[in-house]
């Protein structure tokens, strides 16, 4: 059946990207809002309240998207875990343990990780948009077969003689919900009254479901005996399955749809790409395309500037007399007190003001 469309799906995606040598980047996609807003300064380095919100999300103490409120306690909460995590790392980086090539590669590593989650960022904002997901919802929806549903209740006891009893006692008007509450050994359901509830008779185990089909509805079956003991059904209702709603579905559908987009950009990146990997015990020899070793000496030629101009920037920064004004930066932190500045009462803080 094809109830459970979505998941049948996303089952099969992950499957194939689970094929692939690179393992496919997070699909859990959490919208950020970027502001210029500050929620602190420490050591001369800002956190901002986008990224409290972020990682609150993260944490799955808010819903993705949500604004937070600076009086609001999980703010605060957050907002102090990622000032604990920069004093850290500011400290990481005065030690020189950053330079560490165990620690380059897991920064690589992590570096990956992250541009990967904003490429799908990136993929769901482009192309999972509502009337994607529409479209998918109602075309499966079309091809769904829907199983009929029926309400159920049972009576479980140990032996065929009791079972027996029960039978005959509910053949002479008994009431079944009381038979099962004083008798039934399932105690999941005997509070109930035996009550299973709408349930799809072939999600069970035989003989279950062929008991449940040929008993009419406000009948009751004949003791039948199953791995779990003696059992006797009443059948009080049947209904054609409900569908899923829109909004049920509209999660496994974003997940389906992201997974798919990622599977595609993959499969263009590999075909594209010129992938060197070991085999048996050769060593491997890395040869870089051409075109590729122009990009990355651009690239190491901007990252090279990009330092001369901070290394200029922090001499200034050390030639300011600390009046309480200074910007302090990370090379000169370790030297100091450290400096921590948080957003109070609402007041937002903005890039370009001075602290």
């Not at 990207?17 to 690179?22: I, M, Q, S, T, Y």
């Not at 956190?47 to 937070?68: F, H, N, T, Y």
């Not at 904002?125 to 529409?134: K, Q």
């Not at 100091?336 to 957003?343: D, S």
Request: hydrophobic share 40%; net charge negative.
């Amino acid at each position: 059946m094809q109830r459970r469309f979505a998941s049948v799906l996303i089952t099969g995606l992950v499957m194939a990207l689970g094929a692939c040598e690179d393992p496919a980047p997070e699909t859990t996609v959490v919208p950020i809002r970027v502001d210029s807003t500050i929620a602190a300064v420490v050591n001369g380095e800002t956190i901002r309240a986008s990224e409290v919100e972020l990682e609150a999300a993260a944490q799955g103490k808010i819903d993705p998207g949500q604004e937070l409120d600076v009086d609001d306690p999980v703010f605060d909460e957050i907002l102090q875990q990622l000032i604990d995590q920069k004093l850290l790392a500011q400290e990481a980086i005065r030690r020189d343990l950053n330079t560490d090539e165990n620690a380059i590669h897991r920064l690589q590593a992590a570096r990956e990780r992250i541009l990967g989650n904003i490429l799908v960022e990136n993929l769901v904002a482009e192309e999972v948009d509502e009337a994607a997901i529409l479209e998918m919802y109602e075309a499966q929806t079309a091809l769904q077969q829907l199983g009929e549903e029926v309400l159920v209740r049972h009576i479980v006891v140990d032996s065929q003689d009791v079972a027996n009893e029960l039978y005959d006692e509910l053949r002479g008007g008994a009431e079944f919900a009381e038979l099962a509450f004083a008798h039934s050994i399932d105690r999941s359901t005997n509070a109930e009254g035996g009550l299973l509830g709408y349930v799809l008779p072939e999600e069970f185990a035989e003989p279950l479901p062929s008991v449940i089909n040929r008993t009419a509805v406000g009948a009751i079956s004949q003791p039948f005996r199953t791995e779990l003991g003696w059992h006797i059904i009443k059948v009080e209702d049947r209904r054609t399955e409900r569908p899923p709603t829109f909004d049920e579905t509209r999660p496994k559908i974003v997940q389906f749809l992201t997974l798919n987009e990622i599977s595609k950009v993959l499969t263009r990146l590999r075909t594209r790409a010129d992938i060197q990997t070991i085999t048996g015990d050769e060593p491997l020899e890395v040869v870089v395309p051409e075109d590729t070793a122009e990009v990355l000496d651009l690239e190491l030629a901007e990252e090279n500037d990009a330092e001369m101009g901070q290394d200029s920037i922090a001499g200034d920064a050390e030639a300011i007399e600390d009046d309480g004004s200074t910007i302090i930066t990370p090379e000169t932190a370790g030297d100091r007190e450290p400096m921590i500045e948080t957003l109070e009462n609402g007041a937002p803080t903005d890039e370009g003001e001075e602290q």
